[in-house]
């Protein structure tokens, strides 16, 4: 503990409460981080590649989370240690940006640590370290765009697209029915898709899950599909050509906001209140008629009166939809969301080709599909599965998909999967480490050393000799001057990826190495850790 | 160098074997405790709630018994929950789906024991499915051609359900109701329009079907008991006082004078309500919230019958049933649809009254009264005639049909055993364990009804190597029988919803290698 002394020998207090603090400096601090960043690194291995292995997470609440993919069991992993959260935060900023490659990017930052834990112990200055791995990133960077190929697709000619889907959903639980649901993913962002502006808003993809059937049921709705039901039970099930009015007031006396009382103090004063009351409903599904709607989408209740009025002026209504849900209504069927009786007119109207309600299981869940919308838009990927674990890991295996197919529109750069870019980024900067003077060739070299990692950890986890297969491939890559070799991870009997038509795209993979070098470079820059102590 | 705490304080983590075992324990753990109630001699469970008073549930039934449970294991809850799912999709085979996944995972432990790896125990497991799903779609017999097969299909499906179930005394009789039931539904899964009332005395013997609609309500008195020819008004409305809904209306008086002038306004006004309710030219009226006094004496005194506090689901079954609308206002009586049925009248079940609609509109409903000793005989007798009437539902909508008595089982172990064969690497031991797993359902049943299994499954198998036979186990006569002759069928859609359902959850078991437990969250202390 850092103390200072004046010069009649009493210490000074430098830190409050410094004596409730524990305190690590120089090596020893990095050393603690680099073992918890490694720590962290360590449980996610397992789970990289196509036949890595699930995590099963028990939240604080007692559920149960199977997956495999890495940003959800860091999420869920309620991690303590510093170092481990910014690990943390590096595979979630890698989901943000990508969306997928998050368990790769932890695994390759654990590497980079490892590597560097070495170097220091050799005596090199961490800071030293962080740049030697700063400019092998740069190289590595370089080196991906120069192998990178395009990747020519269409609206017509979706296979190479479907393809990269299935890269990523074959690690994955859903692996059972991969083609289906890639398909569902690209022809869902295709729908959503700008191609002229190389923009997708994901925003527009609707995910939704329900309990029951089969995984082989998902399917892809052009259109909506709200978890609610006709807010009366003998409003029609299905209405063609609909106009729907999307409301954000509720079917309610008004409140105004300001304050008021209104006091009865005769018999006649009770009865035209009364009067009045009923005149609001009146007029409220009077004005939504005149406006020509044939169905009324509400973001509120309905007071009971409203309702059987509804029902008895024939107009079918839905109540308590979501915000999200609305807008997206809105979105759909093009019309607008209304906040006011009064302003409710004819062009306000959203307009779909089949509302219907739908049933499902021996329970009496039903659901809304707004289908034929008039601007198609929006779709609904609707997920069915054995149970609701089932359904969250599909879920968020077809997040993973649907964010692929989205890059892949952006940027349609590619490079090989199966380690192989990784494998040839490390000959890369191996090369190029010979070539660079100062201590900073060591770091570039640990900075290829590392990237075997991923390559290794891929060979491991499909139960092939990992030195030998990594050995193999390497020494391949360099006698036919091919960087499309990888690990050959599902038995196919090539280890050419282009072969196996195994893809990630460019921009994930560059992201990856940037954000891990980062990560370890802010790492490597701590030299103090004062955390307080347990009470 | 160690990582001292990279978790929260509480939170645990198992690693690799580790957290292989404690899964495997905790599944087959779970699936041990519902296996001895699988089959048609299954023993039942007594299950105490912790809540208040300790209620006592005595049931057979998978999910049931799953729900009730407190389970700690991570692995174990999985299996919970594809028994719920099978229990709210299909209804029935919720303690097959669970034993299958419990000896699937037994003989992956095995596989695991012997260093194969997971990842080709699940590829193995995958191709057997497969195959079985194959071997099941091959075998299944579609009647819905023959509507005398068919009824008689459903017949045999309902009485195999019901003989693992507290009435397979009277399986004959119930299957008959259940059967019936359905039919009148013509196809739709919407069980709601069956209606089950229970009422505690009388036997199980005495439970009877009945075409029309059973209200568990009393008739007001002073009210007509017996209508013909009723007009019927369903209604949510209130009919207490009418509250003032716009915000911010207060009564402010400075008189009594004017209290009593305000009160006979209200009244006035629900007089009025009244009268306008009477003007639909109605006899009934049901509503689903309370009827004061005062307007309940003015129905009376128009010769009106007034059901008051019909919860929500009766009101809309009864709207269903009698073919009304559910009204909330009443100014423009001629645009209301009001429900008609021919007869309304009190009846006596046991010492209950109940009003009794019969001869309804709509053919599709009808109610089911069950009799029974105690209200845990009825509980059960429920779920038993709720598991046939799910099955039947989905039978109706998917006709194709089955042999019972272990022969599915049979059927596709066979298939999956020739899979093996053929296939080369290590997946054919997977798939062989998949094999052995299906055939210890018939095991299971066969030791639960207390007899020599290991016999009775090699002779079963004997038998199943022949081509077309229809061998299963003959549990009332203790040996192998010819089911078809027995009329022992199952759903084709259950058998195979337990089948993948099952091989799903074990895969997903299969897959963990590491288990975090986070710390539990911590509970305020309201004491």
Known sequence: MALAFDEYGRPFIILKEQEQKSRLRGLDAQKANISAGRAVARILRTSLGPKGMDKMLQSPDGDVIITNDGATILEQMDVDNQIGKLMVELSRSQDYEIGDGTTGVVVMAGALLEQAEKLLERGIHPIRVAEGYEMASRIAVDHLERISHKFDFSDADIEPLVQTCMTTLSSKMVTRCKRTLAEIAVKAVLAVADLERKDVNLDLIKVEGKVGGKLEDTELVYGIVVDKDMSHPQMPKRIEDAKIAILTCPFEPPKPKTKHKVDIDTVEKFQTLRQQEQKYFDDMVQQCKDAGATLVICQWGFDDEANHLLMHRNLPAVRWVGGVELELIAIATGGRIVPRFQELTPEKLGRAGLVREKSFGTTKDRMLYIEQCANSRAVTIFIRGGNKMMIEETKRSIHDALCVARNLIRNNSIVYGGGSAEISCSIAIEAAADRHPGVEQYAIRAFADALDSIPLALSENSGLQPIDTLAEVKSQQIKENNPYYGIDCNDVGTNNMQEQNVFETLIGKQQQIMLATQVVKMILKIDDVITPADY | ?527
Request: proline letters at 2%; glycine letters at 8%.
């Open chain 2, 1 to 527: 160098m160690a990582v001292e705490r990279l978790f929260k304080d509480e939170a645990t983590e198992e690693k690799g074997e580790r957290a292989r075992m404690a899964s495997y324990v905790g599944a087959m753990a779970i699936a041990d405790l519902v296996k001895t109630t699988l089959g048609p001699k299954g023993m039942d469970k007594i299950l105490q709630s912790t809540g208040r008073g300790h209620n006592v549930t005595v049931t057979n039934d998978g999910a049931t018994i799953l729900k009730s449970l407190h389970i700690d294991n991570p692995a174990a809850k999985v299996l919970v929950d594809i028994s719920k799912v099978q229990d709210d999709e299909v209804g029935d085979g919720t303690t097959s789906v669970v034993v299958l996944a419990g000896e699937l995972l037994r003989e992956a432990e095995k596989l695991t024991m012997a260093k194969i790896h997971p990842m080709t125990i699940i590829a193995g497991f995958r191709m057997a499915a497969e195959c079985a799903q194959k071997a099941l779609l091959q075998k299944a017999m579609d009647n819905k051609q023959d509507p005398e097969k068919f009824k008689s299909d459903l017949m045999k499906i309902a009485m195999t359900t019901l003989s693992s179930k507290i009435l397979s005394q009277d399986k004959e009789y119930f299957a008959q109701l259940a059967v019936d039931a359905v039919m009148r539904l013509k196809g739709s899964t919407n069980l709601e329009s069956i209606q089950i009332i229970k009422k505690a005395g009388g036997s199980l013997r005495d439970s009877f079907l009945d075409e029309g609609f059973i209200l568990d309500k009393k008739i007001g008195i002073g009210q007509p008991k017996r209508i013909e020819n009723a007009k019927i008004l369903v209604a949510n409305t209130a009919m207490d006082t009418d509250k003032v809904k716009i915000y911010g209306a207060r009564v402010r008086v400075d008189s009594m004078a004017r209290v009593a002038q305000i009160e006979g306004a209200e009244k006035e006004k629900m007089k009025e309500k009244v009268q306008k309710i009477i003007a639909h030219g109605i006899n009934c009226f049901v509503n689903r919230q309370l009827i004061y006094n005062y307007p309940e004496e003015l129905f009376a005194d128009a010769g009106i019958l007034a059901i008051e506090h019909a919860d929500f689901d009766g009101i809309e079954r009864l709207a269903l049933v009698t073919g009304g609308d559910i009204a909330s206002t009443f100014d423009n009586p001629e645009s209301v649809k009001l429900g008609h049925c021919k007869l309304i009248e009190e009846i006596m079940i046991g010492e209950d009254r109940l009003i009794h609609f019969s001869g309804v509109e709509m053919g599709q409903a009808c109610t089911i009264v069950l009799r029974g000793a105690s209200s845990h005989m009825l509980d059960e007798a429920e779920r038993s005639l709720h598991d046939a009437l799910c099955v039947l539902s989905q039978t109706v909508n998917d006709s194709r049909v089955l042999l019972g008595g272990g022969w599915p089982e049979m059927v596709m172990a066979k298939e999956v055993d020739e899979l093996a064969r053929r296939t080369p690497g290590k997946r054919s031991h997977a798939i062989e364990a998949f094999s052995r797993a299906l055939q210890s359902i018939p095991t299971i049943i066969a030791d639960n009804a207390g007899l020599d299994s290991a016999e009775l499954i090699s002779q079963l198998r004997a038998e199943h190597h022949k081509e077309r036979t229809n061998a299963g186990i003959d549990v009332i006569s203790g040996g192998v029988g010819d089911m078809e002759k027995l009329g022992i069928s199952e759903s084709f859609k259950v058998k195979q919803a337990v089948l993948l359902s099952a091989t799903e959850a074990a895969e997903m078991i299969l897959r963990v290698d590491e288990i975090i437990t986070c710390a539990p969250r911590r509970r305020e202390d309201r004491m």
